[in-house]
């Protein structure tokens, strides 16, 4: 059952359309993400959900309610910025008991809620510690833990990782993830960060210049890509221009090598397609044993279990292959090489 709507939402600024008719439909206690390269409109869309901005066309509902027009202390959502929101004249303690006291909750209560909140975010023996007195992951759950004091009907989080180093970043949000779950509450995330959409999200839409690009959970994006802007954006993806010559047994032409790919049957021959194959499923051999489109290897980056090789194909294009580490030893830069897909592996978009 749709919780939050978002239907047909435009929203320019002058000459520049942020938002182009965007609809989304997200469930109760659903972890949805908005993914996208820079100024593509996240944050826009963020901000009208939370009503600091009107959209110029389109609705928003809340569990059947119409709220486009609502303001925001009204919409009873909680949000989390990049960094540095937390208020720096207020313990971290104060920070989260802000919204209570607005809300004219009894003292009894607020302290009662406060500590749960504490414990929920694992930092009791800050509570009294002042924002600069707290490491910047600290802050961002104490952020967090403020965010969600008034039990808001949804939480909106805007990158509230980006400003964290790596290593915080990956442990942040795990907890995120496990206290939205534990408390199964409905949030829309923005990141432009696509490893962390994956790791995180129920379900994600991609958003490019404004428009939705797909809309799926994380395995149906990375394996199963509507567009080319998707296959590029999510993970590493080689595409490949090639031609459908038998759409009965899914064979395509590739710089006059024929290549057999299950996802090109039913299209008509002389069909122009995108292959689209995962450097992890490509398979790399040494010319001499024969079969595939040639090229020559012309870099390698060891990676740990694998290793990226970069290949030159005859024909011009680049191909990336991950080959396991132990095999790459036979494989160096400068090799010539034969490489294959399984047919099941490629997934192919219309050009
Ligand atoms: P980022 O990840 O860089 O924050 P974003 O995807 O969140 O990007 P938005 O901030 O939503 O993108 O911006 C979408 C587009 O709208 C951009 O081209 C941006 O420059 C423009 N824009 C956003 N807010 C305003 C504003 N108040 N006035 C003018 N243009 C704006």
Redesign the pocket.
């Known amino acids: 059952m749709a919780y939050l709507e978002i239907l047909g939402v435009r929203k320019t600024?002058?000459e520049?359309v942020?938002l182009d008719d965007v609809t989304l439909s997200i469930d109760r206690g659903e972890f949805f993400t908005l993914l996208?390269p820079?100024?593509?409109?996240?944050?826009?869309l963020l901000r009208i959900v939370a009503g600091f901005e009107p959209p110029d066309q389109g609705n928003v509902k809340l569990d059947g309610e119409e709220i486009t027009q609502m303001p925001p202390n009204r919409r009873n959502m909680g949000m989390v910025f990049q960094a540095y929101s937390l208020f720096p004249n207020m313990t971290a303690e104060e920070n989260v008991e802000f919204g209570l006291r607005v809300r004219g909750w009894p003292a009894a209560q607020r302290a009662r809620r406060v500590a749960e909140l504490f414990d929920l975010i694992g930092l009791s023996a800050a509570r009294k510690r002042y924002p600069y007195q707290l490491s910047g992951g600290e802050q961002q759950r104490v952020a967090l833990a403020r965010a969600l004091a008034i039990e808001p009907r949804v939480l909106l989080l805007d990158e509230p990782l980006s400003a964290l180093d790596a290593k915080i970043r990956v442990q942040l949000r795990e907890e995120i993830r496990a206290i939205q779950k534990r408390l199964g509450i409905t949030t829309l995330y923005?990141t432009?960060d696509q490893e962390e959409a994956m790791a995180i999200s129920d379900r994600v839409a991609v958003l490019s210049r404004g428009r939705t690009e797909q809309i799926g959970t994380p395995a149906e994006i990375y394996e199963n890509p509507a567009t080319p802007f998707v296959a590029g954006f999510v993970g590493t993806m080689n595409h490949l221009e090639a031609t459908v010559r038998d759409g009965h047994d899914g064979l395509v032409e590739y710089h006059g090598v024929r290549l057999r790919i299950d996802a090109a049957r039913g299209r008509d021959p002389g069909t122009s397609v995108l292959v689209l194959v995962r450097p992890e499923v490509v398979e790399v051999r040494p010319v001499e044993e024969g079969g595939g489109i040639k090229g020559r290897i012309h870099a390698q980056s060891f990676m740990g279990p694998v290793t990226r090789l970069k290949i030159a194909l005859e024909g011009g294009d680049e191909l990336i292959a991950d080959v396991p580490s132990a095999r790459a030893r036979a494989l160096r830069t400068g090799t010539e090489v034969a490489v294959t897909f399984p047919p099941d592996a490629p997934r192919i978009l219309d050009l």
């Open positions: 600024f002058g520049v942020a996208g820079s100024g593509c409109g996240k944050t826009t923005v432009h």
